[in-house]
């Protein structure tokens, strides 16, 4: 059974606008870790930002904050004031014990 | 200071030959990963090893098998590639909660 799940294969946003990205997570776990990486198209795998389940505040980094909703297994990712760099594919992950599971990710393209 | 080094980085196999690709890091973290990407399927977890010694299947192990040889390394090795095996290799690395680090992949095709 798919762990993470992200519905939006792909979105478009205009530049200086702000995007969410879904992610909903199944776990029977009380202490897990919901993690969101960058992937442009070079490849490489870049952190973004971490929420753990205990955490009572929305995560924040910089333009990026989660939207964690415990009760409804939801970890969505907002981006503030997009910006053309930010075009990318984005994938939501969680960490139950020592697993490390990732969603089929979201490909997001800015618009100038 | 490397990080995370995955060898090879492109690997052209014929169907049925075997191969290792290999997984190094010097961050001094417990948990390594594999993961194959394709296109369309995200990152799919292959095998991950939560400390030295130990390792576990994810969720497409068939086809694959794993050595934790120390806790510096991981290998993933393929002993009958097939087609279906064609894809992005990826090794991590991951302490506790913190932010897993990632290898820079391996591009593999099985012809």
């Known amino acids: 059974a798919q762990k993470i799940t992200q519905t939006q294969p792909g979105m478009f946003v205009q530049e200086k606008e702000a995007v969410t990205l879904d992610c909903t997570y199944d776990?029977?776990?009380?202490?897990?870790?919901l993690f969101w990486y960058k992937q442009p198209s070079s490849g490489e795998m870049i952190f973004l930002i971490y929420?753990?389940?205990?955490?009572?505040q929305n995560a924040t980094e910089g333009r990026y904050s989660l939207n964690f909703q415990k009760a409804r297994k939801s970890a969505n990712l907002v981006i503030s004031a997009s910006q053309l760099g930010d075009s990318a594919m984005y994938f939501c992950?969680?960490?139950?014990?020592?697993?490390?599971?990732f969603g089929a990710g979201t490909t997001v393209t800015v618009r100038a | 200071n490397a990080g995370v080094t995955q060898t090879p980085k492109f690997q052209v196999l014929k169907t049925g030959q075997s191969m290792t690709l290999q997984c190094a890091q010097d961050?001094?973290?417990?948990?390594m990963y594999w993961y194959r990407q394709d296109p369309g399927m995200g990152l799919r977890l292959i095998y991950y090893?939560?400390?030295?010694?130990?390792?576990d299947k994810g969720e497409v192990p068939n086809g694959y098998n794993v050595s934790r040889l120390n806790k510096r390394e991981f290998s993933l090795r393929l002993e009958s590639a097939a087609p279906s095996q064609t894809s992005v290799y990826f090794c991590?690395?991951?302490?506790?909660?913190?932010?897993?680090?990632f290898g820079q992949g391996t591009r593999l095709t099985v012809v």
């Open positions: 992950a969680m960490r139950e014990y020592y697993k490390l599971s």
């Open positions: 776990t029977s776990d009380q202490s897990y870790g």
């Open positions: 929420q753990g389940s205990y955490d009572e």
């Open positions: 961050m001094n973290h417990n948990s």
């Open positions: 090893s939560a400390s030295e010694g130990t390792t």
């Open positions: 991590a690395v991951q302490e506790g909660v913190t932010e897993a680090f």
